[in-house]
C-alpha cells in the first residue's frame, strides 16, 4: 500500500514536471531575477506551472543552450533529469553580452525545435523593440514583470501544449510585429510618452498662466509704489515752498 502510493506521488510529480512550463531567465540584476522568479513560480493562472532556472549573464545561459549544453537542452533527451527550456527569458541590458547579442546566438544555434526568446526592458524604445523582433525575439515585454505578462510568456513558450493552437497564436503574433511598419511600432510604443508629455505640458501651461497672473500683480504693484514715492515727492516740494514762502515774508 504505502510502495504504491509512493509510486503514484512520484508518477504524478513526474507528470507535473513534464508538464510545467520551463523557463530560463537570464538578468544580471539580482532583485530583478528574483522577482521574477517569484511571480512565475507563484502565478496560478494556467493549468502548467513554471519551472524556472535563472543566470545572471547572457555567456552563462549560451553555456547552457550552446553546442555543448545543447544536448542536455533538448526535450527528446532520454535523461529525465537533465534540464530542458521552452523558453528563455532575457534582460535587454546586461554587460558583456547584452540580450540582443544572446538573442542572435541563440537563433543562430542549428536545433530543429528553436527556442523562443523573450526579451524585457526597463526602457520603453521603439528602434530597441523594432531591433529585436526583426532579430527573432516573440516578443518583448516592459520592465517590471506583471501578472498579465505571464500568460503572453507561456503563449510563447515551446511547452508540452498543441503547437496548433499557442504556437500559432505566438508565431502570428510575432509575424505581425516584424510586418508592421517601423512608424506604427513607434506610435505603439510612444503611446504612453505622448500622455505623459500631455500632461506635463498641461501643468507648465497651468505654471505659465500663475506666472502671468503673478506678473501682472508685481507690475500694478511696482506702478502703485512708483505713483506713492511720486505723490510723496510732490508733496515735499509743495511742503518746502510754501514753507519759505511763509518764511520769507
Not at 497651468?206 to 515727492?233: D, M, N, P, R, T
Request: aromatic share 6%; with cysteine; net charge positive.
Amino acid at each position: 500500500m504505502g510502495a504504491g502510493g509512493e509510486g503514484d506521488a512520484a508518477a504524478a510529480a513526474a507528470a507535473a514536471a513534464a508538464a510545467a512550463v520551463r523557463v530560463l531567465v537570464v538578468d544580471d540584476s539580482p532583485v530583478d531575477r528574483k522577482v521574477v522568479e517569484l511571480l512565475l513560480r507563484n502565478h496560478k493562472g494556467g493549468a502548467a506551472p513554471f519551472h524556472v532556472t535563472v543566470v545572471d549573464s547572457g555567456k552563462k545561459a549560451m553555456e547552457l543552450l550552446g553546442p555543448k549544453g545543447q544536448g542536455r537542452l533538448d526535450s527528446s533527451s532520454a535523461d529525465a533529469n537533465e534540464l530542458t527550456v521552452d523558453i528563455v527569458l532575457t534582460d535587454y541590458c546586461m554587460p558583456e553580452m547584452t540580450g540582443y547579442d544572446l538573442l542572435k546566438a541563440i537563433k543562430a544555434l542549428s536545433s530543429p525545435n528553436p527556442i523562443p526568446v523573450v526579451v524585457m526592458s526597463s526602457e520603453n524604445e521603439p528602434q530597441r523593440i523594432s531591433r529585436c523582433l526583426t532579430a527573432g525575439a516573440e516578443d518583448f515585454i516592459l520592465k517590471p514583470l506583471k501578472s498579465k505578462d505571464v500568460q503572453r510568456l507561456r503563449n510563447c513558450s515551446n511547452s508540452a501544449k498543441p503547437k496548433d493552437t499557442d504556437d500559432a497564436q505566438c508565431k502570428s503574433l510575432s509575424s505581425r510585429r516584424k510586418m508592421m511598419p517601423s512608424d506604427q511600432i513607434a506610435k505603439k510604443a510612444t503611446s504612453e510618452q505622448r500622455s505623459q508629455i500631455t500632461k506635463v505640458a498641461m501643468v507648465l501651461n497651468a505654471s505659465s498662466i500663475e506666472l502671468s497672473h503673478y506678473f501682472q500683480f508685481l507690475f500694478k504693484f511696482i506702478l502703485l509704489a512708483y505713483a506713492v514715492l511720486c505723490l510723496g515727492e510732490l508733496l515735499n516740494r509743495w511742503s518746502n515752498s510754501s514753507f519759505l514762502s511763509l518764511w520769507s515774508s
